[in-house]
Nanobody
Framework: QLQLVESGGGLVQPGGSLRLSCAASGFTLENYAIGWFRRAPGKEREGVSCISSSGGNTHYKDSVKGRFIISGDTAKNTVYLQMDNLEPDDTAVYFC????????????????????WGQGTQVTVSS
C-alpha cells in the first residue's frame, strides 16, 4: 500500500522553527517529485515547496523563500521541510504529495498533478 505520512507539526512562536517530515511507504521517493502544500483556515490550498525526483531542482513560494528549505533523504525514504523564522501567516495544515517522475528535474505547484497525498500535519504560529 502506497502511503505518505507527515509529522513534525506543532505550535511555535513567531520567529521559531519546525521541521516537517514526509515519510513514504510502499514506494521509493527517489522516483517521485514531492510537493509540500498547505491550507490555511478560510483559504485555498497552495503550493509551498517542491523537489524533483532527481533532487536537483527545488521551488519555493515567494513568501517562504529564504525561510524554508526542502530536502530529501533517500536512505530514510523521507522528504523534509525545514521551516525557520516562522510567521503567523504560515499557520496551516501542511500536506506532502508525490508525483511519479523518475529521472526528472521537474516539480510543480499544481496540486492536480500529484497522485498520492498524506493526511496533513497542523502548524500553528502564535505568541
Amino acid at each position: 500500500q502506497l502511503q505518505l505520512v507527515e509529522s513534525g507539526g506543532g505550535l511555535v512562536q513567531p520567529g521559531g522553527s519546525l521541521r516537517l517530515s514526509c515519510a513514504a511507504s510502499g514506494f521509493t521517493l527517489e522516483n517521485y517529485a514531492i510537493g509540500w502544500f498547505r491550507r490555511a483556515p478560510g483559504k485555498e490550498r497552495e503550493g509551498v515547496s517542491c523537489i524533483s525526483s532527481s533532487g536537483g531542482n527545488t521551488h519555493y513560494k515567494d513568501s517562504v523563500k529564504g525561510r524554508f528549505i526542502i530536502s530529501g533523504d533517500t536512505a530514510k525514504n523521507t522528504v523534509y521541510l525545514q521551516m525557520d523564522n516562522l510567521e503567523p501567516d504560515d499557520t496551516a495544515v501542511y500536506f506532502c504529495a508525490a508525483l511519479r517522475a523518475r529521472y526528472s528535474d521537474n516539480c510543480y505547484f499544481s496540486a492536480a498533478r500529484y497522485e498520492y497525498w498524506g493526511q496533513g500535519t497542523q502548524v500553528t504560529v502564535s505568541s
